[in-house]
Structures are given as structure tokens and as C-alpha cells.
């Protein structure tokens, strides 16, 4: 039986979590062999999503549904257009190669089928963020990457510093994502609207609404700390902890763009106003800049590509954050041709190191006999990523400068930032390419030799992808790249793409620029990295140190606050109690307006002044007793006039249970009274008697006025009428309040009943309890004690 679109798009989201369930007893059975048949999964998902393109591309949006929360309005719904349909396909289609890849990377390690397992879980959150239409399914999507991204970041939890990393990556993005959550119902507050695409259609709405500022910090600070934007970007390179087909997958098409989707999702929307024009350029560049010098200072080939990621993350929020066309359209491009050409470079960075024993720069050289398919792959990957044709990074960088270049004192400002980030990110690409593979023969902890197909297959055929999009330009504008232009300037757009230049401009001197100054600085890598070296020791503190100290903190506050709060007393947790109670009651009847004047007492007939008296009768005998043996049972006679209401007001089941509930405690607590070493008075001092006595009268005032004021409230007998018809015919009971104790809340009651019976327990043990001999000591030591005291405090 064919599915319905609806239902392929349904199936597409969550096959990769059912091919977590499987994967741990499939690794099991075929070991690294298992990634064969695994990586079917996303490669179905991926030609689902190629199959929709041509429609996609003709202007056609799918928003199928499914019904998940109706009773809150939240559905299962997706936006398939052009920018989530991208996003798909980089997500599918590289992920289908990071599970060969981790099929072989991980091969013979006892625990790979749970890290393929998680792999999937990962791959699924993020398809369901990027396809996600309804906001809150979109935010538990969301907040499900940080999740699956701090188990794949600690999965190798034995080690300290992978541990560390797991924690910072889910506190920063974890943090951020509660944001996001605020600003999401912010939104729906303010549209009336829960789904992506009515928001969407909303209009200059949010831009023109009051809360537009705090909407926009709030949703900045999900998107910032989720693509690892300055000064969040510290997460992000220490996120290397993880294996490294983590590493591709997370930095190529996953989560660390997860923030920039989010940014060009909602542009239709919030994009091109004055403070989105000027925080996100300002950050974006702030980011390209330090993601690049922080790159050139690594040695580790994994850490010199992350921070080029931190600073390609930069770049494309610099981009979304101008507004212009031209500009979109680079950042559309250079979103294709990093996820192509990142995930190819680290694919190689970790082959290196599987297969030669270390990711050190300065320790390696000579590879390219010994490892010559990786070698060709790092080649194509890293010239994409230098910006040089015949590739699509050559395209995406000739677009970005056409987009940005202008007189302008902001165009000339972003310009030379893209300049001196591009020839910066042109080093490492030459670093990473070169370095290892040419030069002399270095001997290495390990005999390096090319590794298996699971290995290089990812980067070939990713770093060719690299190469047919550009050669195929006029096909990748028009199937991928003018789609999701119009999907993030919210109108259609036609983009021609084409790899040769039709005139010499400012973008191809530019790029020309770019290149010499890339060569140059490469050829002082050396003396940069030890600059660099230098500066970052003298500033010393960073973000990284500064999460650290912030931990610490929070850690010492939450100690002193539990010391304070927590001490161990119980007299204190119970005033704090309630007063807090107190608090609670008073409060929102102050804010409300001038209630003791709002509230009008009930008019009381003769008999239910008489329950009053004998209440009030029962507050004076406790009030006035001798002991507390006398105030205990004194208290009982207030149970007896709520059970006298009851009876009064026909409910006499009621009224019998409270008689005999209250019965029961009096004598409970009489017989827990005598077996306690309590003193038969209270002797506290008359200042905290008066301040336990205000804040009883305050709860008791509370309660009152609370109740008066339902009282006044019209009755509603929706539950009334509920439970008269269908009391009879439902639960056969024609006793309504055992009906609904006994059937419509049944788990309330039997909850109800292990809690009393849990409490009977305790209380029999309590009674039970015989001092030994040790502790019979003790007590009468501490008694003399004290009356040894008080004897001195009378002679003083």
C-alpha cells in the first residue's frame, strides 16, 4: 500500500528512531558490517527528500500533520520547503556516509552498536527540527539535539575531558534552548498562532509589535549558543572530545547550524529591522574573526577545522543578519558548500588518525603514498574550502562578496572582515591538505596505510559533490539554491548560478585578494601560530576558563543557600513553610485590588453559628493548654465541626470519614506524643511566639479570604452535570461521592490509601522504638545537662 505524502514525511522523521532500536542487536550480530544495512535508513530518507525537489522548487510547500496535544493545541506538523528540504537532504545525505564512516572508525569497539544507535537518535532529532512547523514539537526537537549531542560528545565517558565537554555543550545550547522556548510562546502570545508557517505568515506583525526587542534577544539567544556564536563559541571546539564521526556529522549538517536555520527560518519575520541589521553582523563578524585566529593557533587537525567552523557559522550569520539579496544568496551558497566540504575534512582528519596515530600537525608528513585516496579526497575538499574554482565554495565566496561590497562605511566593515576570514580559513585548508600528505616522510606512532572503503568513501564522494555542484551551477541555483533564498526572504526569487564569472567586479578582485593574502599568511604559518601563541597567553582568561568559573560559582551559591535553608532544623523548614503559604495566599489577593473591602461574608444560619462557636471554641483551648498532650487532643474538636459541615450540608459518608479520620489522629498523635522525649510544655520565647502566631493568623486569614472569594464566583456545574449523568450509567454506583472516589479517581484514592498506610507504618515504628541502654544514657546526660543550666541562669 502506497503512502500519502503525509505519511511518507511522517515515516521519513522517524525511521531514524527506529534504526536506534535496532542498531545495538544488528552491530551484534554483523559487527562493523552492520553499518551497510544501516546507512539504508538515511539513504531512503535522502531520496524521499530528492524526490520532492522538483516540486519544491516549482514553489510547492507540503505542511502535513499529524494530531499529538489536541487538548493544548500542539500537533506533529512539518514545513517541507525549500530551506527545510536542504537541510534534509545535507542531514540524510552525509548521515548516510557517517554511519559507513562509523561502521569502520569504530570497528571492534565493544560498545559501537550504542554509538550508532545514538548517531541515529541525533540524525533524528535534527530532521525533526529543521521539518518541524509546530513551535513547541520544533523546541522539543530542539532541546532533543542537545540531549543526543551530550551523549555522542561523552560517549566515551571515562575520560574527564569528555565529560566536561558533554556537560558544557548540554548547559550552553541546554541554556539557550529555554530561551528560545520564552521567545516561542512570546510569539504564539502575540500572533495567536502555534505553527512556523502561520507565523510566517503573519506579516510585519512581530516587527511591529511592542515585544519585538525582548522576541528577538530571546530567540537570538537559542540561535547564538546553538551555533556556537561569540562569545558562546566555546562549546564548540571542545565538542572534538567526541569521536570523530561525531565530529563530521555535528560540524557539517547538523547541530552547530541548527541556530543558523533558525535565523533564516524566521527572517521573513524579524529579519531587516534596525537592531537584527545590527546585532547580527556585529556578532557574526566578531565570530569570523576569532574563529579564525583561534584556528591557526591549533596543532590537533580536528581543533584547527572546528574553529574554522566557529568562524563559517560567523560568516553565515554575518550574511543572514544584512537583509540584502545578493547576500542571502552567498549565504545560501556557502551553506551548501561547507556542509559538502567540512564533513569530507574531518572524515580525513580522522582517517589520519586512525590510521597513523595522532591528529598533530607539526608530527606529520609524507602520507600521500601511504594514504593516497584520502589524500586526493583532502585535495578537492580543501580547495572547495579555499574558495578556488572549479568548485561551489569558489562560487559561494564570489556571491557573498557581490552581496556585501559596497562605499558604504557597514559594506566596506563587512567586506574586509569576509576578506581577512576567508584567506584565514584558506590557511587551514591548505594546512590540513598539505601538511600531512606532502613534505618528507615522518614516522608516525602507527604504519600508516590508506584505510578501507568505509573510511574514504565519505570524503570522495562528498568532496566530488563538492565539484559537481559547481560544474552542474545553473542546476544547483535552481533546484537548491532559489528555493531557499525565497524561503528566507519570504517571496520567490530566482537565483542563476553559474561557476564563471560574466564580468571581472569587485567580487573577483576580491577573491583574487582573498587568495594572495591566504598564500602569504600560509607561508608564515609558523611565525602566526606562535603570534597567536603569544597574544592568547598574555590575554590568558576566556569564555572556556570564564564557563568554568560560572559553574563554580553557581556550585558555591547552591551551597550556601542549602546551608541556609537546609540547616536541620525542623522548626525552621516549617516556618519558612508556611510562610512562603502565607505568601502565597496574600499576595495575589493584594494584587487583585482592595479585597477586604471586595469580600462579603455569608449570611450564617442559627445552627452553623453554633459549628462556628464550637470551632472557635477549639482555637481557645489550644490556644490556652497547659500541655501539649491537651492542645493535641483540643485540636481534635476542630475536625469535629469541618466533620458537623459536612453532615449539615448532606454529606454524611463524608462527615463519618472525618469523624473517624480525625479520631484516629488524635489518638495517633497522642500515642506518638508519649513515646517522644518531648518536653510536656512549650517554652519558647514570647518573640517567636508572636511571629509563629502572625504567621498562622496570615494563613488563616488567606484561606478564609480565599475561600470567600470562590464563593462569590458564579458556581460552575460542568463537573455537577457530569457526574449526576453518568455516575448511574457508567460507573453503576448511586452513591456519587463513592463513585468518584471509588471509580472516576480510583488512582487518586488508592494513592491516597498507600500514603495513610505508609504513614502508619512510620508512626507504628516510631512507637516501637526502645531506647538502648547507650541512648538511655545519653538522654539522661543532656537532661542533667540542662538542669544543671537552668540552675545556673536562676542563682545568676
Known sequence: MALTGSEATVFAVLAPFAAALVAPALTRLMGANAAWPLALVPAGIFLFFAGLVPDVAAGTRYTPALEWVPSYGVTFSFHVDGLSTLFALLISGIGTFIILYAGGYLKGHPHQGRFLSFLFLFMGAMLGLVLGNDLITLFIFWELTSITSFLLIGFDHLRAASRRAAIQALVVTGGGGLSLLAGFLVIMSVTGEASMSAVLASGDMLREHALYPLILLLVLGGAFTKSAQFPFHFWLPNAMEAPTPVSAFLHSATMVKAGVYLLMRMHPVLGDTMLWTTILPLFGGATLIVGTLLAVRQTDLKLMLAYTTVASLGLLVMLTGTSWEKAIEGAALYLLAHSLFKGALFMVAGTIDHEAGTRDVTKLGGLRKAMPITFAAACLAALSMSGLPPFVGFIAKEYLYAGIWGEGGMQLTLTAVAVIGNALMLVIAAAVAIKPFLGAKVDTPKHAHEGPLLLYAGPVVLSLAGLAAALLAHDTGVYFISPVVSSILGSQVAVDVHLVPGYIGAAAILSVVTVVLGILLFLKLDALRDAMARLLAAIGWGPDKGFDQVIAGIVAFAGWLTRRLQGGRMDVYMTMTFLVTAAALLVPLTLTGNWPDTLEMPGFRFYEWGVLAIALSGLVAVLVAKTRLTAIVSLGIQGFAVALVFMLFGAPDLSFTQFMVETLSVV?????????????????????????????????????????????????????????????????????????????????????????????????????????????????????????????????
Request: glycine letters at 6%; a positive charge.
Open 668 to 796: 495517633i498523635l497522642a500515642l506518638v506524643m508519649t513515646r517522644l522525649n518531648l518536653q510536656p510544655r512549650d517554652h519558647r520565647p514570647m518573640l517567636p511566639r508572636l511571629v509563629h502566631g502572625a504567621i498562622a493568623l496570615a494563613i488563616g486569614v488567606g484561606l478564609a479570604a480565599l475561600l470567600i472569594r470562590i464563593t462569590q464566583m458564579p458556581f460552575d456545574r460542568s463537573l455537577s452535570d457530569f457526574f449526576e449523568q453518568y455516575s448511574r450509567t457508567i460507573a453503576h454506583g448511586r452513591n456519587i461521592v463513592n463513585v468518584i472516589l471509588v471509580d472516576f479517581r480510583g488512582f487518586d484514592t488508592f494513592g491516597e490509601i498507600a500514603v495513610v498506610m505508609l504513614a502508619g507504618l512510620c508512626v507504628l515504628a516510631l512507637i516501637r522504638v526502645r531506647p538502648t541502654k547507650d541512648r538511655a544514657a545519653a538522654l539522661d546526660h543532656a537532661a542533667g545537662d540542662e538542669a544543671l543550666q537552668k540552675s545556673g541562669e536562676a542563682r545568676l
